[in-house]
């Protein structure tokens, strides 16, 4: 070959490597996304799978529930009180860890009429968190946060999970369905009809009133009176207004005692669309997490994990935690689309693999249609009952299917060692 041919034959070479090297390179990529794709859609599968091949006993009504309906219903039945001030008292010492009020207490009762009854004797913005609320003092002594209405039941959210503002009604909600699943880590919460005017603007400070428009309508004289707050949402152009007495929807939150401390969920998303979080892709990702966090905190979080995938709420950026165990504070995310239901809030369930065994028993006890059936019928004295619509209902049976079929998914991996007594 003379000079000319080697040259030729290198650049020729030079060039091969290049795009064979790109290529490779390319298909490196496309085969490591493929990978983690198809492990996300595997698991999918394979929860389709065993959603059709479920054991009835995960179908059918548990004969064991009926030892809980009645105490359920008579624990939280709204009861005539005398001295709001003893309720308040004996409340506040309830708290121990993260168990925010005990199992059965002959006072529960009485204390959520308080927060329906009590007079609201002072109001203030509370900019704490991002969202519009209040912070009110029942009877110039207690001291409850109200969130306010915004969307009708039947309102669909559309969008990314964590889209569109609080669903207020879903505290109380969530308030029962922790009581329910003996997850009693929620803050007691009562929905109410506040009066704008008379309840809230009257005894309101001077910075709140001046975050509250009054429009005089020219043609008969009629007040609308619209809130929009202060906090790092509002604006004067999203607005909570009265009807024609006045009246708001909203619920009372009893402030849980105690010091919280709050922490990034390792869950996290990114909240960009664009961008995925590392456990979004990396179905191991729980693996190296077993090292660095506690059994207990790991529980505490799938337990959450579980109650927010049957509310549908994909927002818990951060957890808190009391006396070092995890609270179930802020759910007004959940119940946003009732048409879609959002695997992945259950990844701490699947990629770790475990469960504690009391969860799993009483998960059990409320199969076969009970669990939305007996949240319905606690929430049912509740000011703003219904608290969801039936699409919702049905979305938390179809969801406590799903957590069945993830577990039978887990079982077959792990064994009897997913199930911890921690
Ligand atoms: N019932 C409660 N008892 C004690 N503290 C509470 C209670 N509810 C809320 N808080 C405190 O107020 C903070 C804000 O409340 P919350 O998380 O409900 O607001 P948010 O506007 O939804 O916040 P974010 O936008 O971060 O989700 C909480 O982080 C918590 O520290
Ligand atoms: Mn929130």
Known sequence: ??????????????LLCVVLGANFYFMYYLNAEEGQLSS??????????????????????????????NKLLKNYKLTAYENASVLWEIANWWPHENEIYPLYDSSMGQLLKTLRDEPITKVQNLARGTQLKLLMRLNNQQK???KPQWYPRDFVVEGVVYSGKDRHAAEVYAFYLGAVLDLRWTPIVVGRVVNLKKEIYANGDQELQHTIKIETSEEDGKETYCLYGKCHYCNED?????????????????????????????WQRTYKEEKRAPWEDDMTYCKSLKSKMETIRLLDLIDVAIFDYLIQNGDRHHYETREERVVLIDNGKAFGNPNKDHLDILAPLYQCCLIRKSTWDRLQ??????????????SKQDALYPLITDKHKRGVERRLLVVFAVVEYCMDKEGDKMFKTL
């Open 1 to 14: 070959m003379n000079k000319r041919g080697v040259i030729i034959v290198c650049i020729i070479a030079t």
């Open 40 to 69: 996300v859609r595997a698991l999918e599968n394979m929860i389709r799978h065993k959603i059709r091949h479920l054991k009835p006993a995960y179908l059918n009504r548990n004969p064991r529930f009926f030892m809980f309906r």
């Open 144 to 146: 409850v946060i109200f």
């Open 238 to 266: 999203e607005v909570v207004c009265g009807d024609e007495k006045h009246n708001i929807e909203g619920v009372m939150i009893y402030i849980v005692p105690g010091t919280l401390a709050k922490r990034r969920s390792p």
């Open 365 to 378: 006890v409320f199969s076969g249609g009970v669990l939305s059936e007996i949240v319905d019928r606690l």
